[in-house]
């Protein structure tokens, strides 16, 4: 089992993602979360004491963010995880966030706006137990908001989860339009835990990731891109492979970014190499190259290009 997370803040100490969550367990189950506070719908501040005591401000995005880290760590340490986990989840959630809310109420804020929300924050994660008997992984997908879940293969990555966004727009729509936020964690207000099981039978690699990591790219297709390059830039080993991803995120993105990736079937890096080495020059012919050429700059080009890649991720995800 190979493994790491990235946390990245734009500001040190106000970052509004929360640190990653990734946990094994002692029955081959493990777990990959990741949180992004919503600093816009959550930019009310609370005065709090930080772990020395001292007196600190802190938004309401940064402490949700923390807030369903806490939740969802717990949930899985100390549950009876079953089918209905994410139902479960789902009440913790806002049982845990309203009497929480509750605890802060006594701070009023001159934030009057409709556009504020309680507490709100993003939540995508991916509950997986491995079966080795039968050489498959279960999986269980479940998000709010428009954080992230990919399973990677040799045919690419697919996005496993949908974005909770006004409008429905497709990923790259959502790069050139930005879309609100239409469904999140929060205190005060409803919002819905979604969740798909799903069994892979080959080797993989799972992703979560915040806005942060692909949000801040020309098309989604760099960011599988962004994925390769970084994976055979990595020579001794998998660690090796952290730091270069962890640096090419940092240099595009314009926010916060945190990212969980698990690989699975693989003996080493060099097997992971060699997993996606077709893979690595069919997306750069593909995909990549046409849209480095200057000559090809149109929105016709990058749509036609992405309906391709996107109708990749449909097939891939129907056969699942």
């Given amino acids: ?128 137990e491995e079966n080795s008997e039968e050489n498959l992984v279960n999986a269980w997908v479940f998000w709010a908001g428009d954080s992230r879940c990919y399973i990677w293969q040799k045919e690419g990555l697919q996005q496993l989860s949908e974005d909770d966004l006004t409008g429905k727009p497709d990923a790259l729509a959502n790069l050139e339009q930005d879309a609100t936020i239409s469904n999140c964690v929060q205190a005060g207000g409803e919002f819905s835990l979604h969740y798909r099981a799903f069994s892979f039978a080959e080797p993989s690699i799972l992703i979560t990731a915040t806005d942060g990591c692909f949000g801040y790219l020309p098309t989604p297709m760099h960011f599988e891109y962004m994925l390769l390059q970084t994976l055979f830039k ?53 995909y990549i190259k046409p849209l480095e050429n200057p000559d090809n700059q149109s929105d016709n080009l990058k749509n036609e290009l992405w309906e391709m890649y996107k109708n990749s991720w449909v097939s891939a995800k129907s056969a699942s």
Wanted: glycine share 6%; hydrophobic share 40%; net charge negative.
């Fill in 1 to 128: 089992m190979m493994y790491f997370t990235i946390w990245t803040e734009k500001i040190v100490g106000k970052g509004e993602d929360a640190p990653p969550t990734l946990l094994t367990g002692d029955d081959d189950t493990f777990i990959l979360a990741v949180y992004d506070g919503l600093g816009g719908a959550g930019s009310r501040v609370y005065t709090l004491p930080n772990e020395q005591g001292e007196i600190w401000e802190y938004s309401g995005a940064y402490l949700a963010s923390r807030l369903a880290k806490a939740i969802v760590e717990e949930f899985y340490l100390t549950a009876e995880l079953t089918e209905n986990f994410a139902e479960e989840l789902q009440i913790v959630l806002q049982n845990d966030f309203n009497e929480y809310s509750q605890q802060l109420d006594n701070q009023s804020s001159k934030l009057k706006s409709k556009l504020i929300r309680l507490l709100p924050t993003t939540l995508a994660g991916i509950l997986a």
């Fill in 234 to 286: 990595s020579q001794s080993d998998f660690e090796d492979w952290q730091p270069h991803l962890s640096e090419a995120i940092t240099q595009v993105t314009g926010d916060d970014a945190s990212l969980c990736l698990w690989a699975w079937g693989f003996e080493d890096l060099n097997a992971i190499k060699n997993y996606f080495s077709n893979r690595h020059s069919i997306l750069y012919q593909t």
